[in-house]
């Protein structure tokens, strides 16, 4: 069926165009006319007519501008002008608009068929055009999550990926060579660092997939893997091999509002963890790193920048005491890490006490490692020699019990050194900012300038910056102001105007404000109690 619009203020055109469709193309047409250049787009707007035979001199809007407006909202339509007015710039308007054909009154019935013809040509190239389009994007659909979730598993869990790299690059339309990988997690509820009900929520999420898919693709141009439990994890290729602190800022304000949207979607909390750039051979290092985001942070979206082992093993060894040692020194949990050396210990005792030796090296090796951590995590300076007399003084303990209090108070030890060296950095960045603000404040100065100046992300940032002072920026930055101005409203002569301009605000009238608020009285009454 085709639909076709007869637009003419001539009653007799109109039925006798009426009478040759109906007797030409019999049963293949549902018609509708128009009058009026007004009436016409109206009736376009709820008829959408495949093809519209338009008279140029309508009343009201003519023939070339009701066109115009249908071609707005109905770019498919195919127009065939019919008019009596043989002129060149109607004409011109016309082809400029795509119109089929511009015929002028009168006009023989067989020209008309013929048009009518190769309009429905048109129209029907355009539709197998447009069903082949959607059978090839159905298919795609379908193919592409596939080949995305292939694209992730295989970068972070197989040996070929280098080589299977172009491949992917190729059928994902992937020009970038490197990238990045977001961790998105999600659960009944964020606690500290980790959320909790993963396995409802994991299931819950499952029946959201397409929805969840859909809201990342608007956010980030990335290779989507499938839902793992109560994880995404995502690649975002990129151009540049460094990301700078604006464009982090970006990325991490981008993943705030994607998760956002996604919990105002579906019923359960998001959170994520982004990796460095990498080379796309070795995103599985942003993975890592991704990761180590998500543990390190109790916050919802954090970013490697911002934060300061996979072997095969013996039947019954400890993996996951192990895995605990090492996870407990990361996070300067220094009991734990002790607690956790101590169960490794006594395994060891319990399967291998005639081996002292091999008890020895593994207290070393742990003992080592977690020193690595230590300095990994905590951002403590390296020392080459700093180990000169572990090897000797280990190898001369004879007694299980001095091997066991040696590795685990140097096992303490490190995680202890993470969580002051952790603590001595966030203070010396909130006190790198608090000077800053001490020599800015007469500025307009705002938490991104700072934060930028710490090379801290604003979010992050701010977090830190309310744990070390107790204040948020705007209260801290607002408190030195005030006592300056308070300062200079004692000891000196200066108008309103200039100790208002001298702290760091423009406007004297927010200045009162702000300052009555804080202080309990106004700039003028506290110069006059002063006096």
């Known amino acids: 069926m085709y639909k076709i619009m007869l637009a003419d203020d001539e009653g007799i055109v109109i039925e006798a165009l009426t009478f040759i469709i109906e007797k030409n193309f019999e049963g293949k047409c549902e018609i509708a006319s128009a009058k009026t250049g007004r009436s016409v787009i109206e009736l376009a707007e709820t008829f959408r007519p495949d093809i519209a035979i338009m008279d140029i001199q309508m009343p009201g809007i003519n023939g070339i501008e009701a066109m115009k407006e249908i071609r707005r909202f109905n770019a498919s339509t195919v127009f065939i002008v019919l008019s009596a007015y043989d002129k060149f710039d109607y004409a011109k308007e016309a082809i400029n608009l795509g119109v089929l054909e511009y015929l002028n009154k009168p006009v023989e019935q067989t020209r008309i068929v013929e048009v009518l013809n190769r309009a429905m040509d048109q129209i029907e190239k355009e539709r197998a055009k447009r069903s082949q389009d959607l059978l090839i994007k159905e298919k795609l659909e379908n193919v592409i ?112 509002s994607m998760i956002k949207k996604l919990s105002e979607r579906v019923d359960v909390k998001f959170r994520a963890g982004i990796g460095s750039v990498h080379k796309l051979s070795e995103c599985a290092e942003s993975y890592k790193e991704a990761q180590r985001a998500l543990r390190n942070s109790n916050g919802t979206v954090a970013h490697i920048s911002d934060l300061a082992i996979t072997v095969t093993y013996e039947e019954d060894y400890p993996v996951e005491t192990e895995r605990e040692i090492f996870e407990k020194t990361e996070k300067g949990d220094e009991n734990g890490a002790a607690q956790a050396a101590s169960h490794f210990f006594e395994w ?44 000797p003084d280990i190898m001369g303990m004879q007694k299980l019990d001095e091997i066991k209090t040696w590795f685990l108070n140097k096992t303490a030890a490190a995680a202890r050194d993470v969580r002051e060296n952790k603590m001595k950095q966030s203070s010396s960045s909130v006190e790198l900012a608090k000077t800053y603000i001490l020599e800015n404040y007469q500025k307009d100065i705002s938490l991104d300038d700072v934060s930028r100046e710490v090379d801290i992300s604003p979010y992050y940032f701010s977090k830190l910056f309310k744990e070390e002072t107790g204040e948020n920026f705007i209260e801290y930055v607002t408190n030195i102001r005030i006592e300056k101005a308070k300062q200079l409203l004692a000891s000196s002569r200066l108008s309103m105007k200039e100790i208002c301009a001298q702290v760091g605000y423009a406007d004297p009238n927010y200045f009162s404000r702000i300052f009555k608020k804080t202080v309990g009285v106004t700039p003028t009454e506290y110069k006059e109690g002063k006096a």
């Open 145 to 256: 999550p596939i080949i995305e979730n292939n694209m992730i598993y295989t970068a972070l869990f197989q040996d070929s990926y280098e080589q299977d790299l172009e491949a992917y690059r190729d059928l994902l339309g992937i020009d970038a060579d490197h990238g990045y990988m977001i961790v998105l997690e999600f659960g009944e509820q964020k606690e500290d660092d980790h959320m909790t009900n993963v396995v409802g929520a994991g299931v819950r999420s499952q029946s959201h997939y397409r929805e969840i898919k859909d809201t990342v693709k608007n956010y980030f141009s990335c290779v989507n893997g499938s839902l793992m439990a109560n994880r995404m994890v995502l690649l975002v290729p990129t151009q540049e091999a460094v990301v700078d602190y604006t464009e982090r800022i970006k990325i991490i304000e981008n993943c705030r």
């Open 348 to 391: 060891m005792c319990a399967n291998y006490s005639d081996h002292v030796t091999d008890i020895k090296l593994k207290a070393l090796e742990f003992v080592l490692w977690s020193e690595h951590l230590a300095y990994e995590e905590g951002g403590m300076k390296y020392r080459f020699l700093s180990r000169q007399d572990y090897l």
